[in-house]
């Protein structure tokens, strides 16, 4: 059964203090890693889609990474605005649902 | 480009009705996934269709059912709904089933 895991649960990060977020993940074939930012109330927003290991992707503040067993989504100089939950999901050749972690939710204080 | 649109945002039921909620997808999307969300559980796959074919369900009672119709839009009920059943229901589209984009869901509350 395809697993996820995030870590950690919840992150509290000065203005412009860099950090990371892990996703680690046990699947059945790996069709795909995608990660979602989260605002309350709202739906989640698509960022990434990372298909192999080795693979990168940037958008603005964010990088994503994926190793075989794990996926990094590094915050480089922060803000206020990047507070949300982000949400790792994998998609495996077990069929096209999308499983996700439990997300880890990120402050990012003044 | 018009994203996933849900409807409505919000739902309050009593114990024991059903409700039916709505989701048109982004132009040219045929596959349409159904999510619920819950603070405990996160977010767990309800069912998938693509070209009005259910490909895929998750693990929920058969009370949870959904369609596609011919133009891609979707629908999912829930008959003889629970308290559990109070959640953030998404819906989410893609063009085969991968990168999924979602809505903003409609929140249902059971009382």
């Known amino acids: 059964e395809d697993q996820v895991t995030q870590s950690p649960e919840a992150l509290r990060l000065q203005e412009g203090e860099s950090s990371s977020l892990n996703c680690s993940y046990t699947?059945?074939?790996?069709?795909?890693l995608f990660w979602y930012r989260q605002d309350p109330g709202k739906g989640p927003e698509f960022l990434f889609t990372?298909?192999?290991a080795g693979e990168e992707k940037e958008k603005e503040r964010l990088k994503a990474t994926l190793t075989k067993k794990e996926s990094f989504l590094h915050i480089t100089a922060p803000k206020p605005e990047d507070s949300a939950t982000y949400l790792c999901?994998?998609?495996?050749?077990?069929?096209?649902?999308?499983?996700f972690g439990k997300g880890t939710s990120l402050l990012v204080t003044p | 480009k018009a994203g996933v649109t849900q409807t409505p945002r919000y739902l309050i039921k009593t114990r024991g009705q059903q409700v039916t909620l709505s989701c048109s997808p982004i132009?040219?999307?045929?596959?349409v996934s159904w999510y619920q969300q819950t603070p405990g559980q996160g977010l767990q796959f309800l069912f998938e269709?693509?070209?009005?074919?259910?490909?895929n369900k998750g693990n929920f009672p058969g009370r949870f059912s959904g369609r596609q119709f011919s133009n891609s839009r979707s629908e999912m009920n829930v008959s003889t709904l629970e308290l559990g059943d109070s959640a953030l229901y998404l819906c989410?589209?893609?063009?085969?089933?991968?990168?999924?984009?979602f809505g903003q869901g409609t929140r249902l509350t059971v009382v």
């Open positions: 269709y693509f070209s009005e074919t259910q490909r």
């Open positions: 132009s040219g999307h045929r596959s």
């Open positions: 699947v059945s074939g790996l069709r795909g």
């Open positions: 999901a994998v998609n495996s050749n077990s069929g096209y649902a999308l499983n």
């Open positions: 989410a589209s893609s063009l085969s089933g991968a990168e999924a984009f």
């Open positions: 990372l298909y192999s």
